[in-house]
């Protein structure tokens, strides 16, 4: 809807979910080119390697936590990208004057996409020690 016009000329399903959630941030109503540029690449290249990921879990591929890390680590990215740049600018777009747009829309919802990567990430860094480990543990038997 953004690549076309913007959020607040649609009325179907979809523009009713994203119109209520510009009620706390303004920007996804009007196409802000920083938004619209961020959800592109989100949509394509962690797209892409969310695909790429399932398929190395499910088929226990070597390169899993690689892309699972290079995916966690785009997202916090664009997150960070998503809100900062509204941040340094005293937040003109956040409506942090109602509750529930404030704690339940911008805090909460926005958390789980910090959370899980956070999560993802860690997970990675286990089995990458434990990896480490075993390898280790291999060549000291050998010697």
């Known amino acids: 809807m953004s690549l076309f016009g913007t959020v607040a000329q649609y009325d179907n399903i979809l523009a009713v979910l994203w119109k209520e959630y510009g009620n706390a941030d303004a920007r996804w109503l009007y196409s802000d080119p920083t938004i619209v540029s961020l959800e592109i690449l989100t949509v394509v290249l962690c797209g892409f390697l969310a695909l790429i990921l399932i398929y ?8 899993r936590h690689f892309v699972q890390i290079t995916l966690c680590v785009c997202e916090l990215y664009g997150g960070w990208m998503t809100f900062c740049p509204d941040w340094l600018i005293g937040s003109p777009n956040l409506n942090t004057s109602n509750w529930l747009y404030l704690w339940v829309y911008l805090v909460f919802f926005n958390s789980v996409w910090v959370i899980v990567p956070g999560l993802l990430l860690w997970q990675s860094w286990l089995a990458l020690k434990e990896m480490h480990q075993k390898k280790n543990d291999a060549v000291k ?3």
């Open 56 to 63: 190395a879990i499910v088929k226990d591929k070597y390169y």
């Open 141 to 143: 038997k050998l010697d």
